[in-house]
């Protein structure tokens, strides 16, 4: 426990406020965490890494989340306490390989069994793009768990884009293909052609629910995820109902999934529409 390798370093009252929970994203090898330090802890934060380190010892660097998500790649800042500056790492889930810079990229190991749970969602044969598909996680894990025949993800972030691509030759998964760019201006490309679209960012899926109904053929399926509290999820379906009928579209509304807790009675949540028409 790391509270324990902190006993002798630490007041009673410090170790109270020792965050319980934090990610490791890497290997056996190599790997680096991810930590968020309380500010009573501040002064405590090299301790606190170097502790973690001793913990797990694959861990190779310590990161302390300095910001929240923001700017147009939604990723935070990361700042190293202790450890070695090289944070490029090779990340291992449901038999797929994810090489990334957690500094660089948004990637979530938390994530990685939701990720399995909608492959089992995925009919034989489906078309899918993923939007906002960063280092290509949804994507190479369908490709890799399902029948699905073309899997597309579209992503911004030009760091992303160049894992992404080294991730579908890592992965030999031919049936990915990357679109560089904005989801506004490239979902076009794929309008009316989908089974599946999958909208992996919470914060603001719901400002692409546009483009994600341009590109479902009827009856295709749109999994779209969001920060919402139990009370909430009615508004959230609301909204999505109203976008729908604004370009004259139809959701039948297929599930409402709550998939982590994200903060006090504040869930993320995967939302699971058809497209009627």
Known sequence: MLKDLLSKKLTPHELASVPRSFDII???????AIIEI????????????RALMRQ?????????????????????????????????????????????????VYFSPREASERLRLCSEVRPGETIVVFFAGVGPFPIVFAKK????????????????????????????RNVTLIK??????????????????????????????????????GGVCNIYCFSSEDGQREKVRELQQTAANMGATVRIKGVHRVLPYGPAIWKMRIDAVKVR
């Not at 309380?38 to 890494?49: E, Q, S």
């Not at 989340?65 to 070695?84: C, F, M």
């Open 181 to 218: 760019g904005n989801v506004h201006t490239e979902a076009h490309r794929l309008a009316s052609q989908c089974d599946r679209v999958v909208m992996p960012l919470p914060e603001s899926s719901f400002g692409f629910v546009r483009e994600a109904l341009w590109c479902l053929k009827p």
């Open 38 to 49: 309380p500010g009573a802890l501040r002064k405590r934060r090299v301790a606190i890494g």
């Open 146 to 173: 399902t029948k699905a025949r073309q899997i597309t993800g579209i992503e911004l972030n030009p760091a992303a884009c160049r894992y992404f691509a080294k991730n579908i030759s890592l992965n030999k998964t």
């Open 56 to 104: 797990h010892k694959n861990v190779k660097a310590v990161l302390e989340k300095a910001s929240a998500r923001k700017g147009t790649y939604r990723t935070r800042t990361l700042k190293r306490i202790t450890g070695s500056t090289r944070t490029e790492v090779m990340h291992r889930e449901n038999g797929c390989s994810f090489l990334l810079d957690p500094t660089k």
């Open 26 to 32: 890497g290997s056996r090898d190599k790997a680096v």
